[in-house]
């Protein structure tokens, strides 16, 4: 069975901080995709990695998957409000199916 | 922008009942899929349909449940019996393709069983 494993579980920090919450697997991932979530809302595509040591930047969002295709990073410049959700990674080819990390909850306060 | 829909926004019902949760996804999308969330807990796969049948399924979705595209727009799933652990918000997804493919998710049903 594979483990998404996302850390941390929660972070809290000021606007305009920078941040980086993690996704790790416990196997290779098919392909990887991260999603931000509001409460009571669907999750909302973010970005797909395929690649091993891929990189893609979405305005301040940087995201890089391990050589390995095991890991992947998110990274978050200049942190603002509007940043708050639950990042979640996916593995749409997991052994289960369509894999989900638990997620990081991220608070950015003003 | 095209988008997944789903309804009913918020559905309770009580222990034993059937609950039929509707979803639309976008119009040129092939791949459909049901996810779960318990409120505080992970996202979970459910299940995953092409071309009128199921293609996966995670071990949550045994005989209790059951999916149907009854018309070229519609995407059901039906809960027969409902249990109490069926409390959760479902989400519905769709992709043009299945391998890399973007997965677009609707806003969700919240299923509340008394």
């Known amino acids: 069975t594979q483990l998404l494993e996302q850390s941390p579980q929660f972070l809290s920090i000021q606007e305009g901080e920078n941040l980086t919450v993690y996704c790790n697997s416990s196997s290779v991932f098919s392909s990887l995709q991260w999603y931000r979530q509001e409460p009571g809302e669907g999750p909302v595509l973010l970005v797909t990695?395929?690649?091993?040591?891929e990189v893609k930047k979405l305005k301040r969002l940087t995201f890089q998957f391990g050589d390995a295709r095991k890991d992947s990073s998110l990274h978050i410049t200049a942190a603002q409000p509007g940043d708050t959700g639950l990042y979640l990674c996916q593995d749409e080819g997991g052994a289960d199916g369509l894999t989900f990390g638990k997620g990081t909850h991220l608070i950015i306060q003003p | 922008e095209p988008e997944v829909t789903q309804t009913p926004s918020h559905q309770v019902t009580q222990m034993g009942q059937e609950v039929i949760l509707r979803c639309v996804p976008i119009?040129?999308?092939?791949?459909f899929y049901w996810y779960r969330q318990i409120l505080g807990q992970k996202v979970e796969f459910l299940v995953s349909f092409y071309n009128n049948e199921i293609s996966e399924k995670s071990e949550i979705f045994d005989d209790q449940f059951s999916v149907e595209r009854p018309d070229g727009s519609n995407f059901t799933l039906k809960i027969r019996s409902t249990k109490l652990e069926d409390s959760a918000m479902y989400f519905c997804?769709?992709?043009?393709?299945?391998?890399?493919?973007?997965?677009?998710f609707g806003p969700g049903t919240r299923l509340t069983v008394l």
């Open positions: 119009s040129n999308h092939l791949y």
């Open positions: 997804a769709s992709s043009r393709d299945y391998s890399t493919d973007t997965q677009y």
């Open positions: 990695v395929v690649t091993g040591g």
